[in-house]
């Protein structure tokens, strides 16, 4: 199984909706980061979160320690946000820094 | 406009021959990541730099990959002899001095092994 579960693994949504992407993971973490990949390959970091709440434009991503989960929204949506959304988080205890990547989730917003 | 670059950004060789693959971070950071990404196993983290001493790198197969940084502007990873299985997308990504600041990531380095 998994460290890091993403949730859904696929989605489709028509532009103008909230989208809401879930990561789960098990392990102690110091910080989880959600990146983006686009369709031509390139990678793009989102936000790095350790507690609490961060917003970016249409963007807000979540984080709940306790319960071990994060998601990322997406208000408004456009087309241009189809892409993947990957989830990381590193790990707390030894072997300190290292990450663990979820699978994605694969977003397509259509017009 | 500061961004990670990568050299080259797609490579084909055969297998057994050597390949190194270059990263220049951004100005400034002190942490570069070199990740792998495959359909099969999507992103993993090979290895990690701080100060360009080697913090981390379980994450990658010790016989046949190396990775250094001979001076702050430059990070290669180097695979003697290559295989097919390594053919993959490798990334590389610096951060900022605080362990908060989020990664920039490299365009890539399409390998391919025959």
């Known amino acids: 199984k998994n460290e890091v579960e993403q949730s859904p693994q696929n989605l489709t949504a028509q532009e103008g909706e909230f989208i809401t992407i879930n990561c789960s993971y098990s392990?102690?973490?110091?910080?989880l980061h959600w990146l983006q990949q686009h369709p031509g390959g390139g990678i793009v970091s989102l936000f790095m979160?350790?507690?609490g709440k961060k917003k970016h434009g249409r963007l807000i991503a979540t984080i709940n320690i306790q319960e071990k989960h994060s998601s990322l929204h997406i208000t408004a949506s456009h087309p241009r946000d189809s892409a993947v959304y990957i989830c990381a988080v590193r790990y707390s205890r030894f072997p300190a820094g290292k990450s663990t990547f979820g699978d994605g989730t694969t977003l397509t917003v259509k017009p | 406009d500061a961004r990670v670059t990568q050299t080259p950004r797609h490579k084909v060789t055969e297998m057994g021959q050597e390949v190194t693959m270059r990263c220049q971070p951004i100005l400034g950071h002190n942490t570069v990541f070199w990740y792998r990404q495959t359909m099969m196993q999507g992103l993993e983290l090979l290895a990690y730099?701080?100060?360009?001493?080697?913090?981390?790198d379980s994450g990658m197969p010790k016989d046949r990959f190396s990775a250094e940084m001979p001076d702050a502007t430059l990070a290669t990873l180097k695979i003697q002899p290559s295989e097919p299985r390594d053919s993959a997308v490798y990334f590389c990504?610096?951060?900022?001095?605080?362990?908060?600041?989020?990664?920039?990531f490299g365009p890539g380095t399409r390998l391919t092994v025959l």
């Open positions: 990504a610096s951060r900022g001095v605080s362990s908060y600041n989020e990664q920039f």
């Open positions: 730099f701080r100060n360009r001493a080697p913090l981390d």
């Open positions: 979160l350790s507690s």
């Open positions: 392990v102690g973490i110091s910080a």
